[in-house]
């Protein structure tokens, strides 16, 4: 069973505060996803990533995969009050493969 | 922009009748897929269909639940004898086959 363990479980910042998810496996994966979640909402794509090492940038928002495929991380600057959500990692072993999902982060930022 | 939609956004029904989700995946999209949610639980896979049939399925979908692409638009998943334990939000899910899966917003589902 491939398992994506993410961290922390739970995150409450302050407004313009920086902040990092962590996303580790055992397994290699061809791909990683990440998504944020509203209440009663489905995931909602906010990047991938393909290549060991590779980094993304959306805005604020700075995504990396790591060297060995195996473990990604999402880090946020100066965190605002509409960051606040769920956010979820997910790994495809395969293209077209199922998405393995992490338990997510619940990140609140407080004005 | 091109979604994936989903219908109906909330179905309830009893213990044993059957139910019918149903989707319509982005239109230049190759594979489908079905995920649930149980409350305050990961997305967790069912089931992924690709050129008409199923390629891969989790211990999840069993016999009580099936797949079927009616016509080239709508993907469907079927629970024949609903259990208490179905209750759950529905995700379907459509990739071109690369990497990005995109999800449509979810069937609430509640057996009672």
Same mark, same amino acid.
């Not at chain 1, 769920?86 to 393995?100: D, F, I, Q």
């Not at chain 2, 179905?11 to 897929?33: A, K």
């Given at each position: 069973?491939?398992?994506?363990? @993410? &961290?922390?479980?739970?995150? $409450? #910042?302050?407004?313009?505060? %920086?902040?990092?998810?962590?996303? %580790?496996?055992s397994s290699v994966f061809s791909s990683l996803q990440w998504y944020r979640q509203e209440p009663g909402e489905g995931p909602v794509l906010l990047v991938t990533v393909v290549t060991g090492g590779e980094v993304k940038k959306l805005k604020r928002l700075t995504f990396q995969f790591g060297d060995a495929r195996k473990d990604s &991380? ?12 769920? /956010? ?5 072993? =395969? /293209? ?16 | ?12 029904? @009893?213990? !044993? @009748?059957?139910?019918? +989700?149903?989707?319509?995946? #982005? ?11 149980? +409350? ?7 089931? &992924?269909?690709? %050129? %008409? ?5 989790? =211990? ?11 016509? !080239? &638009? ?12 179905? $209750? ?5 899910? $459509? ?8 999800? !449509? ?8």
């Amino acid at each position: 069973t491939q398992l994506l363990e @993410q &961290s922390p479980q739970f995150l $409450s #910042i302050q407004e313009g505060e %920086n902040l990092t998810v962590y996303c %580790n496996s055992s397994s290699v994966f061809s791909s990683l996803q990440w998504y944020r979640q509203e209440p009663g909402e489905g995931p909602v794509l906010l990047v991938t990533v393909v290549t060991g090492g590779e980094v993304k940038k959306l805005k604020r928002l700075t995504f990396q995969f790591g060297d060995a495929r195996k473990d990604s &991380s999402l880090h946020i600057t100066a965190a605002q009050p509409g960051d606040t959500g769920l /956010y979820l990692c997910a790994g495809a072993l =395969e /293209y077209g493969n199922k998405l393995v999902f992490g338990a997510g982060t619940i990140l609140r930022v407080k004005s | 922009e091109p979604e994936v939609t989903q219908t109906p956004s909330h179905q309830v029904t @009893q213990m !044993g @009748q059957e139910v019918i +989700l149903r989707c319509v995946p #982005i239109s230049n999209h190759l594979y489908f897929y079905w995920y649930r949610q149980i +409350l305050g639980q990961k997305v967790e896979f069912l089931v &992924s269909f690709y %050129n %008409n049939e199923i390629s891969e399925k989790s =211990e999840i979908f069993d016999d009580q639940f099936s797949v079927e692409r009616p016509d !080239g &638009s709508n993907f469907t998943l079927k629970i024949r004898s609903t259990k208490l334990e179905d $209750s759950a939000m529905y995700f379907c899910a $459509s990739t071109t086959g690369y990497y990005e899966q995109y999800f !449509g917003p979810g069937t609430r589902l509640t057996v009672t």
